[in-house]
């Protein structure tokens, strides 16, 4: 009975270290961030904080609809949030204030306003070279993003947008990203 005794102790001891070991690993690559800005509403709204994941895109690309953070080249002491429209050799057009990827038109539920270029162009068209993505803010209107600093090289990626953790809106709380 005691060397049973024993066994159940060292397995268990086994199964803790091991679910220890995961969850230390888990939440030293997740970070809450307090999201400053506008370029995301009505997704994450002003003072939101979200839980982002910070080693997401060092094994794999980012897909297209990540809510993503990184570093533009203009000011590399900040940190940017928009969402991943489009991955390396998508093509990207606006046309009416819609946007359309590889000649579909898209259905952007979650984005606030028409989409233009810089210039307010009516039609637009960019390619996006290997190695790069282009991102959008949800609120079109109020977003620095692709159309005024180009595509998005993927060594500038920060991490990935998880969940909003805390809202003054209360049902975005836990929201998915």
Request: charged share 25%; aromatic share 10%; hydrophobic share 35%.
């Amino acid at each position: 009975m005691k060397k049973r005794s024993k066994l159940i102790i060292i397995v268990i001891c086994v199964i803790l270290a091991v679910t220890l070991g995961f969850s230390i690993n888990y939440l030293k690559n997740r970070r809450l961030f307090t999201y400053p800005g506008t370029s995301m509403t009505p997704t994450i709204l002003p003072n939101d904080k979200i839980f982002i994941d910070l080693s997401c895109y060092k094994k794999k690309n980012p897909q297209r609809g990540d809510v993503i953070l990184y570093r533009p080249k203009e000011f590399p002491d900040r940190i940017f949030i928009n969402r991943c429209i489009a991955v390396e050799n998508d093509v990207v057009e606006f046309i009416d204030g819609f946007v359309y990827l590889n000649g579909k038109k898209q259905v952007e539920k979650y984005a606030e306003g028409k989409t233009f270029s810089v210039l307010q162009e009516t039609d637009y068209r960019q390619e996006v070279q290997e190695g790069h993505i282009y991102v959008l803010g949800d609120n079109r209107k109020y977003s620095n993003d692709s159309r005024y600093s180009g595509t998005i090289p993927l060594s500038s990626l920060v991490g990935k947008a998880i969940s909003i953790y805390d809202s003054k809106t209360k049902k975005n709380i836990g929201k998915k990203l």
